[in-house]
């Protein structure tokens, strides 16, 4: 499973001026995370608006991640919806570009029993032929999982991993030394380091679209058994994840990737425009976020 190890960013979706899906700006960030060194991508999940996409928009900008990544690095395609048939049809067609693996946060709104959501997932990994990794975000979900019932998705050998966003530590925990074969994600940017030393093997952010070197500095420091330097990074990382969250996440973190210079425009509504004193904020933090441009 090392395909499933290292940063993943959790790209974004740019759009024209129009509010339309502007691909160039798309293709222009894969690039240049790949250039910092990032291990692989996970494509059309929270951080990519999802669920303000129509299914044409969200096969499309997949497809554009798929391309433009080009096979140098794998892409986990996020297919979950409200509706099983949705997610299938989703899996199915990131199934056709040949995606590394598929993911789908837990069927949220109505509520479900635990038999109803294995029943999503196995409806999914029955479809396709590809790894499955369950996101778990009990927060924006309101699914909260036990520590059995993740045993339970572990006893399918077709669910390799789990991208745990949630601060339950001590789940992630327990998660690695009951499920050894599981690979598992850190989901909190700011909690990554704290992730790593409880044994996830890697992480799936927000920020790393825009400050991909950083956490890929911790992990090497950590690896290295340099902590005090790994939390120093954590630190710097931090102080602009707090004035992000101020700020409001994704409309915040498209802020940060349009001063690196790439065009963004914003998020679809509901989600409200940047306030003029958030941004003052963010852009006196500009100086954290080194390499600001393309080398």
Same mark, same amino acid.
């Given at each position: ?62 497809? @554009? ?7 140098? @690095? ?13 997610? @299938? ?15 789908? @946060? ?78 598992? /994600?850190?989901? /909190? ?20 679209? /825009?400050?991909?070197?950083? /956490? ?80």
């Amino acid at each position: 499973m090392n395909t499933f190890k290292g940063i993943f960013p959790a790209l974004i979706t740019p759009y024209t001026p129009g509010g339309e899906l502007n691909e160039a700006s798309l293709v222009a960030l894969v690039e240049r995370l790949i250039r910092q060194g990032v291990a692989g991508f996970y494509a059309m999940g929270s951080s990519g608006e999802c669920f303000l996409l129509d299914e044409a928009e969200r096969r499309r900008g997949l497809e @554009v991640v798929f391309a433009a990544a080009g096979g140098r @690095v794998p892409v986990i395609a996020q297919i979950g919806s409200t509706s099983t048939r949705q997610s @299938v049809r989703l899996a199915e067609h990131a199934a056709s570009l040949g995606v590394a693996a598929v993911s789908s @946060v837990s069927p949220f709104y109505y509520k479900y029993d635990f038999a109803g959501l294995l029943t999503h997932y196995r409806a999914i990994m029955d479809a396709v032929d590809l790894p499955m990794i369950v996101y778990n975000i009990p927060s924006l979900s309101g699914v909260t999982y036990t520590l059995d019932q993740l045993q339970q998705f572990g006893s399918d050998p077709r669910i390799v991993g789990i991208k745990h966003t949630s601060q339950d530590l001590f789940q992630l925990e327990r998660i690695r030394a009951l499920v050894p074969r599981l690979t598992v /994600f850190n989901g /909190f940017d700011e909690m990554f380091l704290a992730g790593l030393s409880m044994g996830a093997h890697g992480a799936i952010g927000t920020t790393f679209s /825009f400050m991909a070197p950083k /956490f890929i500095r911790i992990q090497r420091l950590y690896e290295a058994g340099r902590m005090a330097d790994a939390l120093a990074e954590q630190h710097s990382a931090n102080t602009v994840i707090a004035a992000l969250i101020a700020a409001g996440v994704f409309s915040g973190t498209k802020h940060f990737i349009e001063r690196q210079g790439i065009a963004c425009y914003g998020c679809r509504e509901p989600m409200q425009a940047l306030h003029p004193e958030h941004a003052a904020r963010l852009d006196a933090l500009l100086d954290q976020l080194e390499p600001l441009a393309d080398d």
